[in-house]
């Protein structure tokens, strides 16, 4: 059975979670499962504080209608980075925001997140679940977790065309070490890449960073699923007429 005890679970979890990270392990999710999601978003401030990254940005996604937040680990242009066992990528759109979002009428508008936004960029984000068997579902400990964020790596600039309301993002290939990984259009779960920002930015928030300010970088999923990488090599991203090269060893 689970343990209960939500006076220590956050503790332990964040120290576990921490740990994991630091050693590239893994740790039983099973006595934290049924976590409280607000005592989730403490667990995630205590380890984004304990490994002592700036903040630079979030990973957004909708659960239902609300849009659950986790700190980027690191936001870089550094095309090496090293390999871990059971480390994949994803490709999305990182939308580098110029100034603050602000509502100019009452409520954010899409429109408002749009003026907000300085660029948008090929994003990858490499993950790691740091669950043994992942987490189970549980939206609290995905949150605690990070959203299995490892890091996120910015590419080249994208046409800002691409934040116009039903924009079509073209193919998006993915080589890893001479292997497609993917070879698609590339599609969004959201259908609108932005619509996530959006209910971020007017709903009541349970995370302790302030987001959607200048210079931050927002990502809201994936265009191509999750796409395990097994071996260390290069991967190749060609999306948007942009081509994009990393390097995991």
Known sequence: MPDTSTDTRPTRLADAIRNAIQSRTVLDPEPFLGLPLADAYAVQTDVFRALGQPFKGAKLTLRGDFCQSAPLLSV???TAHAHQ???SLEVELAFVLGK???ARDGRVTRQDIVDAIGSVRIGVELLRSRYQG???GDPALAAADMMSNVGYVLGPSLN???LDEGASIGQLSVIINGQIG???PAAHADGDPLKTMVVLANQTQLSSFSMLKAGQVMTTG???GLIPVGEPGRI????GGQQFVLDLN
């Open 134 to 136: 992942g987490s189970r």
């Open 222 to 224: 994936t265009l191509c």
């Open 85 to 87: 066992p059971g480390i």
């Open 160 to 162: 800002r065309s691409l």
């Open 100 to 102: 603050d979002v602000v």
């Open 182 to 184: 993917f070879d698609k």
């Open 76 to 78: 870089s242009e550094e």
């Open 236 to 239: 190749e991203v060609n999306m």
